[in-house]
């Protein structure tokens, strides 16, 4: 293929299957706490980073990781213990995320607007070898985190009070899920952009549900979609010379679309079949009730 002769698209192709990957994989526990544009917020955040990185002269993909973390566990702590004046907390730390990146870069030696605009929404000339290395490692730590502990981060995404009581460390897993959330910001933020990765880790995983209610099958086919997305929006990128954060995003809309209208007759076919497949009801005082647990019917 000639795309794979030009080194810029090799980095390109390769971040952009981890960041596939790593979005949905941590988005999937996103949606399930009911935290989906936790992502968005991470993103502004990012965006001081960013800035500093360009004024200290160090790698902006680094710096935007260490405070976007900071930022993640800030954004918990004020969850935690904010109470009413949470929202205006997050609020302030959002928009003070994207202030402070403007400033930042434009106080750098030789910085401008310009020189953010490839982090707000992708660029795939400008992935580095040294961006792909960062890139590398972050996306291992994604995985190891949201394949390695997802029974535990699944139960106390479901149930924090049910966690708590069975003796997993509530607080930890809510923390390390923020932690892994942030480092996944920094891993799209070269292909997808940091004002457009939050669509990343959410579209995929509420298309994948309109197919499944299983945690194994939402994840796997969520993981599918986003490594689909960003492969395709990639590669429309370089031969139509569009955005490739908006290609992405808008192929993964696409996805959600064109599978929620499969998924209502599909819906109704397995109900037809169940209702023929289910023998005559028993009278109301033999009916034994349901005891399937909750883990059975995610399938973790």
Same mark, same amino acid.
């Given at each position: 293929m000639e795309i794979l002769n030009y080194a810029f698209m090799q980095r390109a192709l390769l971040a952009a299957v981890l960041v596939g990957i790593t979005a949905p994989a941590i +988005?999937?526990?996103?949606?399930? !706490?009911?935290?989906?544009? %936790?992502?968005?917020?991470?993103?502004?955040?990012?965006?001081? *980073?960013? +800035?500093? $990185?360009?004024?200290?002269?160090?790698?902006?993909?680094?710096m935007a990781t260490l405070v976007s973390v900071l930022g993640a566990v800030l954004m918990e702590l004020i969850r935690w213990y904010?109470?009413? !004046?949470?929202?205006?907390?997050?609020? %302030?730390?959002?928009?003070?995320? %994207?202030?402070? *990146?403007? %400033?930042?870069?434009n106080l750098a030696p030789g910085g401008s607007n310009a020189n953010l605009t490839s982090y707000l929404f992708g660029s795939l000339s400008t992935v580095s070898e040294s961006d792909v290395t960062a890139i590398c490692l972050l996306a291992a730590f994604v995985v190891l985190v949201t394949v390695g502990l997802r029974r535990q981060l699944f139960a106390v995404s479901q149930d924090e009070e049910f966690a708590r009581v069975t003796g997993l460390p509530v607080r930890a897993l809510n923390l390390l899920t923020a932690v892994t959330a942030a480092v996944t910001v920094t891993v799209a933020m070269r292909v997808v952009g940091l004002l457009l990765v939050s669509a990343l880790m959410v579209v995929p995983v509420a298309a994948a549900q309109q197919l499944t209610r299983s945690f194994a099958a939402t994840f796997a086919? @969520?993981?599918?979609? +986003?490594? $689909?997305?960003?492969?395709? *929006?990639?590669?429309?990128?370089?031969?139509?010379?569009?955005?490739?954060?908006?290609?992405?995003?808008?192929?993964?809309? +696409?996805?959600?679309?064109?599978?929620?209208?499969?998924? @209502?007759?599909? @819906?109704?076919?397995?109900? !037809?079949?169940?209702?023929a497949a289910q023998p005559a009801a028993?009278?109301?005082?033999?009916?034994?009730?349901?005891?399937? *647990?909750?883990?059975?019917?995610?399938?973790?």
């Open positions: +988005g999937i526990y996103l949606v399930q !706490r009911r935290q989906a544009l %936790m992502g968005d917020g991470i993103g502004h955040v990012a965006m001081t *980073g960013v +800035g500093l $990185g360009f004024l200290l002269s160090w790698s902006p993909v680094w904010g109470k009413t !004046r949470g929202d205006i907390a997050l609020a %302030m730390l959002f928009y003070g995320g %994207m202030a402070g *990146g403007v %400033m930042f870069i086919i @969520a993981v599918a979609l +986003g490594v $689909g997305a960003t492969t395709g *929006g990639t590669v429309t990128s370089y031969y139509q010379d569009v955005p490739p954060g908006a290609t992405i995003v808008l192929l993964t809309i +696409g996805a959600f679309i064109a599978l929620s209208v499969l998924a @209502a007759p599909l @819906a109704r076919r397995r109900a !037809r079949a169940l209702a028993d009278p109301a005082e033999c009916k034994i009730p349901a005891t399937r *647990g909750a883990a059975d019917e995610v399938g973790v």
